[in-house]
């Protein structure tokens, strides 16, 4: 049995930053590519970065790009995602998912609950 649990959402004023965190159980974390996602109310749900099973490659979508950071750290089966100078428009439930590090969701094979995050200006 994967599973992925995640912790770290909550509320925020914009400008705040979140430290997202996700812990990889049931497989050998290390050779799964890990992405984040993000669905806000009413709307489909998107990539927001990856990162690949040895940390040297990441790649976020534009609109966090120089804001967010993932990393991962293999000896303890857990990736985060650093949110720094968060906007309303961040506002949504992020989920961690592993898989085959793509910007695509489909290639993702596992997935975390989701925990919400909320900027309010």
């Known amino acids: 049995q994967v599973q992925l649990v995640e912790s770290g959402g909550g509320a925020v004023q914009a400008g705040g930053s979140l430290r997202l965190s996700c812990v990889f159980s049931g497989r050998t974390f290390s050779s799964y590519a890990m992405g984040w996602f993000r669905q806000a109310p009413g709307k489909e749900r998107e990539f927001v970065a990856t990162?690949?099973?040895?940390?040297?490659?990441?790649y976020y979508e534009d609109s966090v790009k120089g804001r967010f950071t993932t990393s991962r750290d293999n000896g303890d089966n857990t990736v985060y995602l650093q949110m720094n100078n968060l906007l309303p428009e961040d506002t949504a439930v992020y989920y961690c998912a592993a898989g085959a590090g793509t910007w695509n969701e489909a290639d993702y094979d596992y997935w975390g609950q989701g925990t919400q995050v909320t900027v309010y200006s």
């Open positions: 990162i690949s099973w040895s940390g040297a490659y990441t």
